[in-house]
């Protein structure tokens, strides 16, 4: 190579030094001096947080809104809107909301005396609790009685909490009577006595038989019935013969005579 031709050769090297290491510095320049990697505040205090946000010329916005967390203690930051890094890069001047930690959450069986299964099962349901065993007594109480763990009683997620269950008695169960031939108005205020309600009465012509007469029933003579099961009759009623507003064996008015004109 001759001299000159080396010369050139080492005019464009430096060059291209100069171009590369004035483009370094100038990208250097621009992302350190206008961006910088996000923080991690989380597991700070809010007095530290805050320091660090200022050094960084930086925001730093409290969330009314608490989080519980198991690792971080309460009054320490526990969660920022933007992830850290140094892949995630803000400018100076930008706003980092923060939210405190309220501690581990402590979860307590809720007192669940007088409800209902249902409403009981949808209060565990949002506590974070299930239901466990359910059982059942008859008291003169309604509702839950008693709970197992019992109220108050700190748990961990997802513990299952038995119920017991108060129901009422059952109603006494008789067995059902013959009523047949018997007058309905006899037969009534004796079933009443014992709780059992005639729910529904027909009436049915039957020949030979007086009017108010008991001519079928239903549950049968003999079958269990209690205050819950509805009893039915059909009673006698004679067919009305008589004409209307003329008593009954009475003859009917002779029609008027004929006159010839």
Same mark, same amino acid.
């Given at each position: 190579?001759?001299?000159?031709?080396?010369?050139?050769?080492?005019?464009?090297?430096?060059?291209?030094?100069?171009?590369?290491?004035?483009?370094?510095?100038?990208?250097?320049?621009?992302?350190?001096?206008?961006?910088?990697?996000?923080?991690?505040?989380?597991?700070?205090?809010?007095?530290?947080?805050?320091?660090?946000?200022?050094?960084?010329?930086?925001?730093?916005?409290?969330?009314?809104?608490?989080?519980?967390?198991?690792?971080?203690?309460?009054?320490?930051?526990?969660?920022?809107?933007?992830?850290?890094?140094?892949?995630?890069?803000?400018?100076?001047?930008?706003?980092?909301?923060?939210? #405190?930690?309220? &501690?581990?959450?402590? *979860? =307590? $069986?809720?007192? +669940?005396?007088?409800? @209902? /299964? %249902?409403?009981?099962? #949808?209060?565990? &349901?949002?506590?974070? *609790? =299930? $239901?466990?065993? +359910?059982?059942?007594? @008859? /008291? %003169?109480?309604?509702?839950?009685?008693?709970?197992?763990?019992?109220?108050?009683?700190?748990?961990?997620?997802?513990?299952?909490?038995?119920?017991?269950?108060?129901?009422?008695?059952?109603?006494?169960?008789?067995?059902?009577?013959?009523?047949?031939?018997?007058?309905?108005?006899?037969?009534?205020?004796?079933?009443?006595?014992?709780?059992?309600?005639?729910?529904?009465?027909?009436?049915?012509?039957?020949?030979?038989?007086?009017?108010?007469?008991?001519?079928?029933?239903?549950?049968?003579?003999?079958?269990?019935?209690?205050?819950?099961?509805?009893?039915?009759?059909?009673?006698?009623?004679?067919?009305?013969?008589?004409?209307?507003?003329?008593?009954?064996?009475?003859?009917?008015?002779?029609?008027?005579?004929?006159?010839?004109?």
């Amino acid at each position: 190579m001759k001299r000159g031709g080396f010369s050139t050769f080492l005019f464009v090297l430096l060059l291209l030094a100069i171009f590369g290491a004035s483009s370094y510095f100038s990208f250097n320049f621009f992302i350190r001096g206008k961006s910088l990697p996000t923080p991690n505040l989380v597991g700070l205090s809010l007095a530290d947080a805050r320091a660090v946000c200022s050094d960084l010329g930086i925001t730093l916005k409290l969330d009314d809104h608490r989080r519980n967390s198991d690792k971080v203690p309460v009054e320490h930051i526990v969660w920022q809107n933007r992830p850290p890094g140094t892949t995630s890069f803000i400018k100076r001047g930008t706003t980092i909301r923060v939210e #405190l930690s309220a &501690g581990p959450l402590v *979860l =307590k $069986v809720p007192d +669940l005396s007088g409800q @209902s /299964t %249902g409403t009981a099962m #949808l209060r565990l &349901g949002q506590q974070n *609790l =299930k $239901v466990g065993n +359910l059982a059942y007594v @008859s /008291t %003169g109480a309604n509702g839950i009685v008693a709970a197992d763990p019992p109220k108050d009683t700190v748990v961990a997620a997802q513990t299952p909490v038995s119920l017991l269950v108060s129901v009422a008695p059952p109603p006494p169960a008789y067995v059902m009577p013959d009523l047949i031939d018997q007058p309905i108005d006899g037969v009534r205020p004796a079933l009443e006595r014992r709780g059992l309600t005639i729910g529904t009465v027909k009436y049915e012509a039957y020949p030979g038989i007086a009017d108010g007469i008991v001519i079928r029933q239903y549950p049968l003579r003999g079958a269990p019935v209690t205050a819950r099961d509805p009893i039915s009759v059909v009673v006698s009623k004679q067919e009305e013969t008589s004409i209307i507003g003329q008593p009954p064996g009475s003859s009917p008015p002779a029609p008027p005579p004929q006159t010839t004109p």
